[in-house]
């Protein structure tokens, strides 16, 4: 009879100095409200040998990657210019964290924007009960969703080189560091702004996409960020064309600003901008009779690196 139980779990995470250094970064426990992990992602290699009867050829072993998908709770440090304890992932998504102190007209706060060069990478501890599932060099995409009446959410899919699997008591792990998130709701949350047009809305969901990818290549191992492909999609009040037509501005290809700010105090407000989104499609939606919109968006760069922003204040 096994012991091993699948509510047993751990996840720590931390920042590479380098690609794939041999010296363990500082590793901070995540606090999940999930975790996935697939010990042995990629493809074996086919011999392909032609024989006289039929079945299966040998295989040799291929290069393989551990993917861990993890969700988190999207809150804040609670300390305005300390970053949220999500931050160390999603700087191995491919985005840059910037530190802006207070100037006395504007509060502290930490900026995140995504990254074309560079990226950091991290290194993972997963437990799954007593076996300990090591990642190096691990990079990922992140997704982000906002509904009313939820917890916001983070989930991020992380791709990481192989170590050996071995046997490891669950550590003790100080989770202290993760506020409880605010719930999305009138009091806490603003109408989301679609085109300068603030309305009440349902759900907002962005998915970051960034083509992550192990290349193969010989004398090369590694987990790359080759591209992104930002996309979303919300559900709103229908405001109704006099006061915004989105059909016509869907129709045209325009593109305007999206943005959402969930907290009011002080170290606890999470502001997502993206300055130049196109809309695809708006459909109708039913809320208890209540007639809504849903459409897909696709944030777009207005100089470079600017797409999205979210800023921790």
């Known amino acids: 009879m096994s012991n091993q139980r699948t509510n047993r779990r751990v996840l720590r995470f931390g920042i590479e100095g380098s690609y794939n250094a041999d010296t363990v970064p500082d590793m901070a426990a995540i606090l999940p409200t999930s975790i996935d992990v697939t010990p042995l992602a990629g493809n074996d290699i086919d011999r392909s040998y032609i024989r006289p009867y039929y079945g299966n050829a040998p295989q040799a072993p291929g290069e393989k990657h551990v993917q861990v998908q993890v969700g988190v709770e999207l809150t804040t440090s609670a300390e305005p210019g300390t970053p949220p304890p999500w931050g160390a992932l999603l700087r191995a998504c491919g985005w840059a964290e910037t530190i802006v102190p207070e100037d006395g007209e504007t509060p502290a706060q930490v900026v995140y924007a995504p990254v074309s060069d ?60 993760w506020p409880k998130a605010l719930p999305i709701n009138t009091i806490n949350t603003k109408p989301l702004k679609v085109f300068g047009v603030a309305s009440p809305f349902q759900s907002f969901s962005l998915d970051m996409s960034a083509q992550t990818r192990q290349r193969t290549v010989v004398g090369a191992n590694d987990i790359a960020i080759t591209g992104r492909q930002p996309s979303g999609s919300l559900t709103i009040d229908d405001p109704g064309v006099a006061a915004v037509n989105y059909f016509e501005r869907s129709l045209n290809v325009e593109t305007g600003e999206i943005s959402l700010i969930h907290g009011t105090k002080a170290g606890s407000i999470i502001e997502i901008v993206m300055p130049s989104c196109s809309l695809a499609s708006p459909t109708y939606a039913d809320d208890d009779g ?7 968006y696709r944030p777009e760069p207005v100089e470079g690196n600017d797409e999205v922003r979210i800023i921790c204040r």
């Open 118 to 177: 560079n990226e950091d990478s991290g290194r993972f501890y997963c437990h799954v009960d007593k076996n300990l599932h090591e990642g190096r060099g691990a990079r990922g995409t992140p997704q982000f969703t906002l509904n009313a009446e939820s917890i916001p959410a983070l989930q991020v899919t992380l791709m990481a080189l192989i170590q050996p699997v071995t046997n490891v008591a669950l550590p003790e792990v100080d989770l202290t560091h």
């Open 290 to 296: 209540v007639q809504m919109l849903s459409m897909n």
